[in-house]
């Protein structure tokens, strides 16, 4: 199986790919002696978070931070829960979330030399918990990833080689066709899943690999196997740096180096085979029944039995660690007189394959998502039949004088159920579906555009013909005016684009479903204030006038109501509410809307979605993520 990976970057190397995060931002472009066999050697790292007003900064990381990551090697970073190794590696990786309270410094080395203090590594990083579209089966997930970094250089025939390499050597053959799924949705296993971010990230062939915690969540025998395939990937000449929380000793034993952590301080680091007899010779030797990987966490947690013994302990393990580092090359500063190396950051990668495509894929992908959440589907066709029967059934429309503020009361009530319904289905699902946007987009896969286009219209068709058949009962059943349908269709399919538009923007300036969900309410209430009948614009505040002019309820309801009361009369001779109300006519001047044209409504309709993807689009590309640079000492390198 190690022979796959051999055949899989001998392919990607003879095609001459080039991974997004290998791409120099100098205009001297990045050797090819920094595509394989990559080192990595860290020293001095340290991170502060700013705390409020008179409460201490939070010492993340102390600044005693030292190790190497080597070719042909796994590096195990271990530690008590709370001791900064998921912290460690995201700052060496550089993939650590900009945040103004947070301050991290450091030096890195590439190769013995030393790294801009905004350069990238190129890595592939592999998150605690790997998302993916739930809906899309392993192969085409594998598929989706191939042709977006490699379409442009190599043929079908050769990406379909690379995915069926990437399958077999990550052992995810008999799943091929299994939908990856999610906590609602039944597919692969936690390893599986493991394995298939994997190898999403072996399609541009990495020199080095950052896992988080690749094993958490998984039985012995999946965390075993897994550990067994990153093992492969070193011996094949990867540099594979990775944190593993309480391995078990067989996992433990495939690990070539060790970094240690405790309280954000260093308390080893070095081979795996040297850490029993070195923790011996300081005082800590391990019992011949107990596994080296279980006492040296004890040695290294804190106890609560006994304060000022943990303390001492673990003052002393830190500085026998400083004097161990103390012996070490880390890497060559000469390089900062001249120019520090410099890879592209982690955020600037390179697309591959132009915008056309791009938008293409992201659509096919975006249209089956849609179309095979089963379960979803029947929902929708349940709530839109429920519905529209009940409203129908409630509603009998007449023409006599009651009939006509029933008509309005409908009309209205029609708008802010399409409304609730659109807004509230894509501000609960899209801004979990931006979590696995945002890391694509960060690796330089696809632009912003052609994933909001390719998401906005592949949602349409469903959309539509949920909308359909809503109106298709309701219309009838409440005894709208015949002959007009047509137009009442229209004017509620376009109201339900606009909303599901204004949700997405929702969702695009959240930075999660909690926020998303607390903007709705207020968005919803302005909507239904400004619908055109609960408030006149001269009682309206001046700051607030603008919020008619972009009103969803507002829009439906004038054009509905056009379409409804134009070429209608009344009956006059039975009891009234109000005044007499002749003609369609009459009842439209009632609300000042009588001149009003279906032109104007759809017109309006048009700007409204084109203007909340415009901002969705401003939304998405800020929100992009951005990451922290890790400053060199102050004192120099």
């Not at 896969?445 to 058949?469: D, F, H, Q, V």
Request: aromatic share 8%.
């Amino acid at each position: 199986m190690a022979g796959l990976l051999g055949v899989l970057t001998l392919t990607l190397n003879d095609k001459e790919v080039e991974t997004s995060q290998e791409t120099s931002v100098e205009d001297a472009a990045v050797g090819e002696e920094y595509r394989d066999n990559l080192e990595i050697a860290f020293e001095g790292v340290r991170v502060v978070l700013a705390q409020k007003k008179k409460k201490p900064d939070r010492l993340i990381l102390d600044g005693s931070i030292a190790g190497k990551a080597r070719p042909g090697r796994m590096l195990a970073i271990m530690g008590p829960s709370g001791s900064g190794k998921s912290t460690l590696l995201s700052a060496i990786a550089g993939t650590i979330k900009r945040n103004k309270k947070l301050s991290v410094v450091g030096k890195r080395f590439v190769n013995n030399e030393v790294l801009a203090e905004d350069s990238g590594i190129p890595a592939a990083f592999i998150s605690q918990e790997p998302n993916f579209f739930p809906h899309m089966t392993v192969k085409e997930t594998l598929d989706f990833r191939v042709d977006l970094k490699l379409g442009s250089k190599l043929g079908k025939s050769a990406r379909d080689d690379v995915v069926a390499n990437l399958l077999d050597l990550m052992g995810l053959k008999n799943s091929v066709n299994t939908m990856v799924g999610d906590a609602k949705v039944r597919g692969i296993s936690g390893g599986e899943k493991k394995r298939l971010s994997i190898a999403c990230e072996m399609i541009s062939s990495p020199s080095v690999i950052f896992m988080d915690e690749p094993t958490s969540g998984l039985d012995s025998y999946q965390a075993s196997q897994l550990v067994q395939y990153l093992r492969k990937l070193a011996e094949s000449g990867k540099t594979v740096v990775t944190v593993i929380h309480q391995p078990s000793q067989q996992i433990f034993s495939m690990f070539d180096d060790l970094l240690l952590l405790s309280e954000g301080r260093l308390m080893f680091y070095g081979e795996i085979e040297k850490v029993r007899s070195y923790f011996a010779g300081i005082g800590y030797k391990c019992a011949s029944d107990i596994g080296t990987a279980e006492h040296i966490l004890d040695c290294i947690s804190r106890t609560t039995e006994d304060q000022e013994k943990s303390d001492k302990r673990l003052d002393h393990l830190a500085n026998e660690a400083q004097k161990l580092t103390q012996t070490i090359s880390f890497g060559s500063c000469s390089s900062v007189e001249d120019k520090p190396l410099r890879f592209a950051p982690n955020n600037q990668g390179r697309r591959i394959v132009g915008p056309i495509k791009q938008f293409r894929l992201l659509f096919n992908r975006a249209f089956a998502s849609e179309a095979r959440g089963k379960t979803t589907m029947i929902i929708k066709i349940v709530q839109q039949v429920s519905l529209a029967t009940i409203f129908g059934g409630i509603y009998r429309l007449g023409r006599n004088q009651e009939s006509v503020m029933d008509r309005f009361g409908l009309i209205a009530l029609l708008g802010t159920v399409v409304t609730n319904i659109g807004l509230a289905t894509t501000v609960r699902s899209f801004p979990k579906e931006k979590t696995i946007v945002s890391s694509e987009m960060a690796s330089g896969m696809y632009r912003t555009l052609p994933y909001l286009l390719s998401k906005a219209i592949a949602e349409l068709p469903l959309l539509g013909a949920y909308n359909a058949l809503f109106s298709s009962i309701i219309y009838p059943l409440a005894g709208l005016q015949e002959g007009k349908f047509g137009n009442f269709l229209a004017l509620t399919t376009m109201h339900a684009f606009a909303s599901n538009s204004l949700g997405l923007l929702l969702g695009a300036v959240s930075p999660d479903s909690d926020t998303a969900l607390a903007l709705l309410p207020p968005v919803i209430c302005l909507n239904v204030i400004f619908d055109g009948r609960n408030i006149s614009v001269e009682n309206t505040p001046f700051f607030l006038r603008w919020i008619p002019r972009v009103g969803l309820i507002r829009w439906f309801f004038e054009g509905v109501a056009v379409n409804e009361f134009t070429g209608l009369t009344f009956d006059i001779s039975g009891p009234r509410r109000g005044v007499l109300v002749k003609t369609g006519f009459d009842a439209l001047e009632s609300f000042g809307i009588a001149k009003r044209s279906l032109s104007e409504v759809f017109t309006a309709q048009t700007r409204i979605i084109t203007g909340c993807w415009i901002l969705s689009f401003v939304g998405l590309s800020l929100s992009r993520d951005k990451f922290m640079k890790m400053s060199l000492p102050k004192g120099g390198c």
